[in-house]
């Protein structure tokens, strides 16, 4: 067996682990964080669930951390206090990304985490089986439900060799994407092997595992060995310890080779993180912004290693950098070491431990501007400026590139720098609340901003107007963006639905309200990025019945299920060209066609002729899409 067959057996409740079946799996850790936190939340209330019934369940804030206005601090009180009745610990504001504090201080090999962010996956560089969802799956998954995945397939990359000087595991995953594209890895989990394994420490695995998420991939995972050991043993865990490697005589579904050792420092080119060149193929750059951070490159090696290039030196005049340590371990051990004042003194804005940029909580670039982040999305407005271009790529392109005001390769910085694995992290638990013995006496604050979720209601005929037609790989953050002005409405659907496709067409909210809600026509890879339910729950504000798609990206696709919208692809992809928007599409019989597991008629009225479409998803789906969604179904079933 291979190492996810291994962790999967262990946790199978239903099914047979044979590649596009149906299984059902034991979680035993969750997180969430603030953004898709408040509607998982309210998403467990709703079940009716007093207690967690995980091992551990985390709720941290991260995302949602400029406090504008009060929407926010509600949202984090709410958090708060809802974590304190259900049994879930909280990670208070200020103590660090969900995904960098996870690994730190929870995450144990061999175990499952289902996490309602994307970048869950992060969690395989320590050997946990971890896998985004949203929130309604992690909510479900707290009241113990089983998680049910179609089994995906097991892909082994093998990595040999040792990575050169000035050469980063970012640039390993910067690769996979290169060769594989934004949907490369749908329906995949990549198990990492191989000699290369070993030369990398758990910080570095997790950078892989963490943009992993950026190929569509359901996961990826690290073996559990020595590094492993040697990480949890100096963040005072070796308890948490257990070896786990694949069987040698191991089988997978694929092969794919990587040698370190001819690997050269990369960059993602805007606006896709698969759109990546070698640094030195990229042609001078001027920079107006580097952003040094996020959950995929802001563990303490990172930050020692941008310190060290930043040491003595001071950023170029036309250069503003911004750095965002991990977790507050990080940031105190930075403090405590003077790295921290190395990066002041050449200049850097120290910015809280959070998403921060990432996310466009501040720092939107300039009109225009070229932003080089060693984050993992570089989708088209995320960052907060349309017009701004941003570059993905390594901590030490990125510091070295403000240095110079320039994207250079590293290489051209000499002598390597050294960063070792301390033998014993900060350890400070004191800003992780754990839940109270006495819950029950515990209020829920809900400010004005906590507003109920959408629901929707059972399936009838759908004849509705096409609003949009959008090409292949849309993000959920074209379809529900998201920024500091938006963030706040996260808990507030009603809201935040006004602001649905905004980037792409201003109008659409507009034109689904006159229309009493209508479908949306998108290409190759709908729904692609995040795990924002926030792109499924707009949408059912808005009316909307059913996407037609060529194909969709794995967690948007189950969260429209959840939401009981109709996710269905072209039989023929000819049939796109054919619609525009403003057809009046019809699907007769609905309830009966979503049963029959037949492909779906749908009648084009305005230009006079159907197609058919296939509705891709398990039976329990079926029902969940004709009674209207997924707590409906639960309700209806009693099943929690
Ligand atoms: C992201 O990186 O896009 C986010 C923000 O972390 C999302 C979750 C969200 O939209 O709240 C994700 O990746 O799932
Ligand atoms: Fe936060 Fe960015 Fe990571 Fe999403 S990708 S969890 S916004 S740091």
């Not at 709720?59 to 879930?88: C, P, R, S, W």
């Not at 971890?130 to 998680?147: F, K, Q, S, T």
């Not at 005589?249 to 990587?258: P, R």
Request: net charge negative; with cysteine.
């Amino acid at each position: 067996m291979n190492l996810t067959q291994k962790i999967l057996k262990k946790h199978l409740v239903d099914g047979e682990l044979i590649k596009g079946h149906e299984i059902a799996i034991k979680i035993d850790q969750t997180l969430t964080q603030d953004s898709t936190g408040t509607m998982a939340y309210l998403e467990l209330e709703a079940l009716g669930v007093d207690k967690v019934k995980t091992e551990l369940s985390v709720a941290y804030v991260d995302h949602n951390m400029l406090q504008e206005g009060f929407e926010n601090a509600d949202d984090h009180k709410y958090i708060q206090t809802v974590a304190a009745k259900h049994g879930i610990y909280f990670s208070r504001p200020g103590n660090g990304i969900c995904h960098q504090v996870h690994l730190e201080r929870f995450g144990k090999p061999g175990k499952t985490l289902l996490g309602s962010d994307s970048h869950t996956p992060t969690g395989g560089g320590i050997g946990m089986l971890a896998i985004g969802a949203g929130g309604l799956d992690v909510a479900l998954a707290m009241a113990g439900e089983p998680y049910r995945l179609i089994m995906p397939e097991v892909i082994n990359v093998r990595l040999t060799g040792k990575l050169r000087p000035w050469v980063s595991s970012k640039d390993i995953i910067l690769e996979l994407l290169r060769r594989l594209t934004v949907k490369g890895g749908v329906g995949k989990i990549f198990e990492y092997s191989g000699d290369g394994v070993a030369t990398l420490s758990v910080p570095e695995r997790a950078t892989i595992t963490n943009m992993g998420a950026e190929l569509g991939a359901t996961t990826s995972i690290f073996p559990s060995d020595f590094r492993t050991y040697e990480f949890l043993k100096a963040q005072k865990r070796a308890d948490d310890f257990e070896a786990l490697l694949p069987d040698n005589d191991a089988e997978y579904d694929g092969v794919i080779e990587i040698n370190l050792d001819e690997l050269e420092p990369m960059v993602a080119l805007p606006h896709s993180p698969d759109n990546v060149i070698k640094v030195k193929d990229a042609g001078k750059l001027k920079v107006d912004q580097v952003a040094i951070g996020s959950c995929t490159n802001s563990s303490y090696m990172d930050m020692m290693k941008v310190a060290a290039i930043l040491k003595g030196g001071l950023i170029a005049e036309g250069v503003s950098l911004v750095i965002s340590p991990g977790s507050r371990q990080v940031l105190n051990m930075l403090a405590k070491n003077g790295a921290l004042s190395d990066m002041i003194s050449a200049g850097a804005r120290i910015l809280e431990t959070a998403c921060g940029p990432c996310i466009g909580m501040g720092q939107a670039p300039a009109t225009n501007a070229i932003s080089l982040r060693t984050f993992n999305r570089n989708f088209y407005g995320r960052c907060g400026t349309k017009s701004a271009k941003v570059y993905l790529v390594s901590p030490e392109v990125a510091a070295a590139s403000a240095l110079a005001g320039y994207l250079i390769d590293p290489r051209e910085l000499g002598d390597e720098i050294n960063v070792e694995m301390p033998s014993e992290f900060l350890v400070n638990d004191n800003m992780i609340i754990k839940p109270p013995v006495n819950a029950d006496e515990f209020e829920v604050v809900r400010g004005p901003n906590i507003k109920p979720f959408p629901l929707n209601t059972p399936l009838s005929d759908i004849q509705k107007k096409v609003l949009i037609k959008v090409g292949d790989d849309i993000t959920t953050d074209h379809i529900m963006p998201s920024n500091a002005k938006l963030l706040p409405l996260r808990s507030n659907i009603p809201e935040l639905s006004k602001h649905c496709f905004e980037t792409i067409d201003p109008d659409f909210s507009k034109r689904a309200s006159e229309n009493g809600g209508g479908i949306i026509i998108g290409g190759n890879n709908y729904g692609q990025g995040s795990s924002r339910e926030h792109a499924a729950l707009a949408p059912l504000q808005l009316g909307i019945k059913a996407v037609i798609a060529k194909s969709f990206a794995r967690i948007h696709k189950a969260n429209l299920i959840n939401s009981g919208i109709l996710p269905l692809t072209f039989v023929n992809d000819e049939d796109y060209d054919k619609i525009d928007a403003g057809d009046v599409l019809k699907i007769e019989d609905a309830v009966s066609q979503v049963k029959s597991k037949e492909k779906i008629v749908v009648i084009n009225e305005t230009k006079g002729y159907k197609f058919e479409v296939n509705l891709d998803v398990t039976d329990r789906n079926r029902e969940i899409l004709i009674e209207g969604g997924l707590i409906n179904y639960v309700k209806k079933k009693d099943k929690v």
